[in-house]
Nanobody, 122 residues
């Protein structure tokens, strides 16, 4: 089992930055693909970034968001820059049972965090 706890969400003006953190326990994240999903009101949950066998970014965040890991702290981060109103969503940390992240890329990671709200004011 992997437990994931997100932090760092909040209210930020358009053009601003936030860094989300995801602290993992139960297993070391270095053995798992780790990622971030988001879900905006009325929209489906989407994968925005993943770190594992490959690094993935959705087109909507590419060039603005960066996923990183600190294996010593068993923590994954999502640095979000140049935020806009379309980035407003609940952001979920996720872990895959594999390092390739095949389940996550199919939208079904093995573990989820509880989510953290990010609101960008325009």
């Amino acid at each position: 089992q992997v437990q994931l706890v997100e932090s760092g969400g909040g209210l930020v003006p358009a053009g601003g930055s936030l860094r989300l953190s995801c602290a993992a326990s139960g297993r070391t994240v270095s053995n798992h693909a780790m990622g971030w999903f988001r879900q905006a009101p009325g929209k489906e949950r989407e994968l925005v970034a993943m770190s594992g066998g490959k690094t993935y970014y959705s087109d909507s965040v590419k060039g603005r968001f960066t996923i990183s890991r600190d294996n010593a702290k068993n923590t994954v981060y999502l640095q979000m820059n140049s935020l806009n109103a379309e980035d407003t969503a609940v952001y979920y940390c996720a872990a895959d049972g594999t390092y390739s992240g095949i389940n996550m890329r199919n939208g079904r990671p093995d573990y989820w965090g509880q989510g953290t709200q990010v609101t960008v004011s325009s």
